[in-house]
C-alpha cells in the first residue's frame, strides 16, 4: 500500500494506490508523484497462529470438557423426571436433557467452529453418564433400566456423533445490498 500521493493526479483522476492500479504520468511506479516520498507498509504473512493460539485452545477444550462433563451430570439426574397429565405421564427430564445436550453441542459447533472442543465435550457427556450408569458401592444406580435410561444412554451419543461429523457449510457470501442499514 502506497502512502499519500498528492490526491489527484493528471486530468483530475484519483491518483493511484499500487503498481497494479493505474498510474497518472509522471508518477512512478509506487503512484507516488516525483518528489513526494512513498511509504509503503510491510505485511507480515498472516499463519493463522498466534502466539497465545495453542493456549487458547487447550483451555477452550478443557473447558469444553468441564461443561459437557457437568451437562452430563446434571442430565443423569434429572433425565428421570416426569410430568403427569392426567393418565399420561410425559418425559419432561429426559426431553429437557437431550435437547439440552443438543443446545450445547450445535452451540459450541457454531461458536467456536473447533470439532476438537466440541469432541471433548461430548466425550465429557458421554463418560458421566457412563460413570453414573454403574451401581455405586451403596447400591444406587441413577440409571435405571427401562426406556429412558436406554434413551439417556444412548441419545447424547448419537447427538455428538452427528454434530461432530456433520460437514462446515460454507459461508454466504454477503452483498452490500444485505447489509443492515440499507432500503
Do not use: K
Request: proline share 8%; aromatic share 4%.
Amino acid at each position: 500500500m502506497s502512502g499519500y500521493n498528492g490526491g489527484l493526479g493528471s486530468n483530475n483522476e484519483p491518483a493511484g494506490n499500487g503498481p497494479t492500479s493505474h498510474s497518472p504520468a509522471g508518477a512512478d511506479q509506487t503512484g507516488a508523484w516525483p518528489g513526494v516520498q512513498a511509504t509503503r507498509e510491510t505485511s507480515v504473512p498472516a499463519t493463522g497462529a498466534e502466539p497465545s493460539g495453542g493456549r487458547n485452545r487447550a483451555v477452550s477444550c478443557v473447558l469444553g470438557f468441564v461443561v459437557g462433563a457437568v451437562f452430563g451430570a446434571v442430565g443423569t439426574v434429572q433425565h428421570q423426571t416426569t410430568l403427569t397429565l392426567g393418565s399420561f405421564s410425559f418425559p419432561l427430564g429426559l426431553i429437557l436433557s437431550l435437547v439440552g445436550v443438543l443446545a450445547l453441542l450445535i452451540g459450541l459447533r457454531l461458536l467456536i467452529g473447533d470439532r476438537l472442543v466440541v469432541l471433548l465435550a461430548a466425550v465429557g457427556v458421554v463418560g458421566v453418564i457412563a460413570l453414573l450408569s454403574v451401581q455405586s458401592p451403596g447400591g444406587s444406580v441413577l440409571i435405571p433400566q427401562g426406556l429412558a435410561g436406554l434413551v439417556w444412554t444412548i441419545g447424547p451419543v448419537l447427538i455428538a456423533t452427528v454434530v461432530v461429523a456433520w460437514p462446515r457449510l460454507p459461508e454466504r457470501p454477503r452483498t452490500p445490498s444485505a447489509t443492515m442499514g440499507e432500503a
